[in-house]
């Protein structure tokens, strides 16, 4: 049976519905306002908002527990096991805006242990209870779901054609980003077996993966101990680090696999942070180093390039930014040194945890709960911002952004603002005529000028 709405109820439905989409937008930008996430407040930190959005799962009753960042995509984890792929990149060639909502799925029953996202250019994995999981990266479609048999200790994390994945007390599992794959499609698959000292770590089964000799079973590496934090993507390998500070690298070379160790001999403070082929690690012991990969083609190995004793504890990863190496030293405060060298290049007394950089400037969560920033060149103190409720601890090591994100669901990517002159360019000049002089660039106005 029909129920019939006389026009008068029906517009009366019709505003409230408005009403309520208008309230709750309000309440979104009233979150925003006078935050970082604020587009006024970012523009006058010299920062430009590329995009906010609201991860679309039940705030109420769950909160946002993991946000991973990647090249195009970040991914956010809701404690309800939502996954949600979020557009980070600008948008080329017909793609998505950047802050759009990709894909979203759900893994596992809600309230279960939850790791974060391993974020790969083919798939994203995410462990969840015993299980791991692998989506599209452009669709968010399940490409495939495998049992663990233990609990995993960190992320699972795409690297090459593989995925890595930690698990509890050791052992890090290594499967195929496509477990079905035809003969052909991989290349190098019988050099790509496995590492010295591997194993396959289940019987075969001939309708995936042929004999125990397929390149395409699952092996279990012997991770050295303990892994901490999820592998890092390197050389086309991965690399770990232990509870015991055991640095372990596994990496393609010219005649197959080969396992790279460097002992650091005390815990790092936070994972590594990776650029090309340096790895630049902190430790508990207070030390500063750079590992990097000896350049040896036929024998690969790890090579310490510099180490820095470090006047005290460090707090959290270092940050790499061009030439230029940040570390926070606590209540002793942030320390910048030289990539190529060791050498210090400034020491600031603001204390607080690092969070990314942005062009010239390095950011800290400070003492009293801002978003601040220092010179990146100078450690001269720059601009601050309040933080509202973006209080989800985050850490950029990929890109120069600053990406925060609320409990509840509010994610904002923030990026250096480029200034460009507001001239045309040049009309084509006839033979022998010589172009007019530039006009000087436009000053910036006075609200967007900030004091240092």
Request: proline residues 9%; contains cysteine.
């Given at each position: ?346 020491r600031s007394c603001v204390a607080g945890r690092l969070v990314a950089t942005t062009g010239n400037r390095v950011w800290c969560v400070d003492r009293v709960g801002r978003l601040s920033s220092l010179d990146l060149s100078t450690g001269m103190p720059g601009e601050w911002m309040c933080l509202g409720d973006f209080t989800l601890p985050l850490t950029n090591t990929v890109s120069e952004r600053l990406v ?49």
């Open positions: 049976m029909h129920r019939l709405i006389s026009p008068l109820a029906g517009a009366v439905l019709l505003s409230t519905v408005v009403w309520i989409a208008s309230g709750l937008s309000a309440a979104g930008q009233s979150l925003l306002c006078g935050t970082a996430g604020d587009d006024l407040v970012a523009a006058r930190a010299g920062l430009t908002r590329e995009w906010v959005v609201q991860v679309p799962f039940d705030s109420a009753g769950w909160r946002l527990e993991h946000v991973s960042i990647g090249d195009d995509l970040v991914v956010a984890c809701s404690g309800d096991g939502g996954v949600h792929a979020i557009q980070a990149s600008p948008s080329q060639n017909g793609s998505p805006r950047a802050g759009s909502v990709l894909w979203s799925q759900r893994v596992g029953t809600p309230g279960g242990p939850l790791q974060a996202a391993g974020i790969g250019p083919q798939v994203v994995t995410v462990a969840r209870d015993l299980d791991l999981y692998a989506f599209d990266s452009a669709d968010g479609s399940r490409t495939w779901h495998r049992t663990l048999g233990r609990p995993p200790s960190a992320a699972a994390v795409p690297s090459g054609e593989w995925v890595y994945g930690p698990l509890s007390a050791n052992g890090v599992l290594r499967l195929p980003v496509n477990p079905v794959a035809q003969p052909g499609e991989q290349k190098d698959r019988k050099k790509d077996a496995a590492a010295p000292g591997d194993r396959p770590v289940n019987k075969p089964n001939k309708n995936v993966a042929g004999t125990s000799a397929d390149p395409l079973l699952p092996i279990s590496l012997d991770a050295g101990g303990r892994v901490e934090s999820a592998p890092i993507a390197y050389e086309g390998g991965v690399v770990w680090y232990t509870q015991s500070g055991l640095l372990v690298g596994v990496v393609p070379y010219s005649l197959g696999w080969k396992r790279l160790e460097f002992d650091l001999r005390s815990a790092l403070t936070g994972p590594p942070t990776i650029r090309d082929t340096g790895i630049f690690v902190a430790t508990e012991e207070g030390d500063l180093a750079r590992i990097d990969d000896s350049g040896q083609e036929d024998a690969p190995d790890f090579a310490a390039i510099w180490h820095v004793v470090l006047v005290a504890r460090p707090d959290g990863s270092p940050l790499v930014s061009g030439q230029t190496v940040v570390v926070s030293l606590g209540d002793a405060g942030i320390h910048a040194f030289s990539a190529a060298t060791g050498d210090v290049l400034w925060l994100a609320s409990p509840d669901g509010l994610v904002v990517s923030l990026a250096p603002r480029r200034t460009t002159s507001k001239l045309p360019p040049p009309l084509p000049m006839d033979d022998g005529e010589q172009p007019p002089a530039a006009a000087p660039a436009e000053e910036p106005a006075a609200e967007e000028r900030t004091e240092t």
